[in-house]
């Protein structure tokens, strides 16, 4: 609505209760004697109106689960499990907001967030769902091409993968892999890469090289034979994925679901990597 239309409605108002509720001078508008007295009771009768609207539409939003997750964590992890969270919970519809940065669970209407981190979130409560190892994976394809990787020293002949988002940074990581593998002398300056742990999994898959990869990410890659795990070794993060929420939850019942179903999920991955 312009301002034009604003002061038609507010003029035929004024002409309707037969008093001007506001002062007019040519620089400013100012409510008047007779519009502050109203303006409490207008207020009070807004904020009832409110509530009124909040509450009816609760009820349809408890059937609606909007989580906030980052994309590759989406596209690797979390779309993989969708059918089987269907099948459990027909009654949910799901709304998923991928984005890199932390939610704003006020105001995007948030109902849970999915992080890898320390869980330390200042007026929110997180459950720690797995924890996350990283391990070097490469495409079948690549080791017909250029041989295999029996030794961790082999790596030398191998273009790295570097994912960028790795809490710590990634040429650590390799780093700290490589010196927990007792490989030597190999470069971690060099190399692709990505700010997106997805693209440096594509990528692997493409067969660019060798990607040091989120074992939680690759889960179904691996499965499927898209990837391999060349080496037993693992280096362990020191975060991990957390489900947080809001303290006081605007519908209770969607958020004991929503922990739940992280729980199930989480433990899910647990056993497979186990099993692995």
Same mark, same amino acid.
């Given at each position: 609505?312009?301002?034009?239309?604003?002061?038609?409605?507010?003029r035929?108002?004024?002409? %309707?209760?037969? #008093?001007?509720? =506001?002062?007019? !001078?040519?620089?400013?508008?100012?409510l008047?004697?007779?519009?502050?007295?109203?303006?409490?009771?207008?207020? $009070?009768?807004l +904020?009832?109106?409110?509530?009124?609207?909040?509450?009816?539409t609760?009820? =349809?939003? @408890?059937?609606?689960? !909007?989580?906030?997750? $980052?994309?590759? =964590?989406a596209?690797?992890?979390l779309l993989?499990?969708?059918?089987?969270f269907? +099948?459990? /919970?027909?009654?949910i519809d799901?709304?998923?907001?991928?984005?890199?940065?932390?939610?704003?669970f006020?105001?995007?209407?948030?109902?849970?967030? &999915?992080?890898?981190? /320390?869980?330390?979130?200042p *007026?929110l /409560?997180? @459950?720690?769902?797995?924890?996350?190892?990283?391990?070097? %994976?490469?495409?079948p *394809?690549?080791?017909?091409?250029?041989?295999?990787l029996?030794?961790p020293?082999?790596?030398?002949k191998?273009?790295? &993968? /570097?994912?960028?988002? &790795?809490?710590?940074? +990634?040429?650590?990581?390799w780093?700290?892999w490589?010196?927990?593998a007792?490989?030597?002398n190999?470069?971690?300056?060099?190399?692709?890469? =990505?700010?997106?742990? +997805?693209?440096?999994?594509?990528? #692997? &898959?493409?067969g $660019?090289?060798?990607?040091? *990869?989120?074992?939680v990410? $690759?889960?179904?890659?691996?499965?499927?034979?898209?990837?391999?795990?060349?080496?037993?070794?693992?280096?362990?993060?020191?975060?991990?994925?957390?489900?947080?929420?809001?303290?006081?939850?605007?519908?209770? #019942?969607?958020?004991?679901? #929503? !922990?739940?179903?992280?729980h199930?999920?989480?433990?899910a991955?647990?056993?497979w990597?186990?099993?692995?």
């Amino acid at each position: 609505m312009t301002p034009g239309a604003v002061s038609q409605q507010i003029r035929a108002l004024e002409e %309707l209760l037969g #008093a001007k509720l =506001f002062d007019r !001078t040519r620089r400013s508008v100012s409510l008047s004697d007779t519009g502050a007295r109203m303006l409490p009771d207008i207020q $009070a009768g807004l +904020e009832m109106l409110s509530r009124a609207v909040s509450s009816k539409t609760t009820s =349809f939003g @408890e059937r609606t689960l !909007t989580i906030s997750v $980052a994309p590759s =964590f989406a596209s690797k992890w979390l779309l993989p499990r969708l059918p089987k969270f269907h +099948e459990l /919970h027909p009654d949910i519809d799901l709304r998923i907001s991928a984005t890199v940065g932390l939610a704003d669970f006020q105001r995007e209407q948030v109902d849970l967030a &999915i992080r890898l981190g /320390h869980g330390n979130y200042p *007026g929110l /409560h997180a @459950e720690p769902l797995f924890s996350e190892a990283l391990t070097p %994976l490469c495409s079948p *394809g690549l080791l017909k091409r250029k041989g295999a990787l029996r030794k961790p020293e082999h790596l030398r002949k191998y273009r790295l &993968i /570097h994912d960028t988002s &790795i809490p710590g940074g +990634e040429q650590d990581a390799w780093e700290r892999w490589l010196a927990l593998a007792g490989a030597k002398n190999i470069s971690t300056q060099r190399g692709t890469r =990505f700010t997106l742990a +997805e693209l440096a999994l594509q990528a #692997a &898959i493409d067969g $660019a090289g060798v990607v040091l *990869g989120r074992i939680v990410l $690759a889960e179904a890659d691996l499965a499927a034979g898209r990837l391999l795990r060349p080496f037993k070794t693992v280096l362990p993060l020191n975060v991990a994925a957390n489900g947080t929420g809001c303290g006081e939850h605007p519908s209770p #019942a969607i958020g004991r679901r #929503a !922990t739940k179903i992280c729980h199930q999920a989480g433990v899910a991955s647990k056993r497979w990597r186990a099993a692995g």
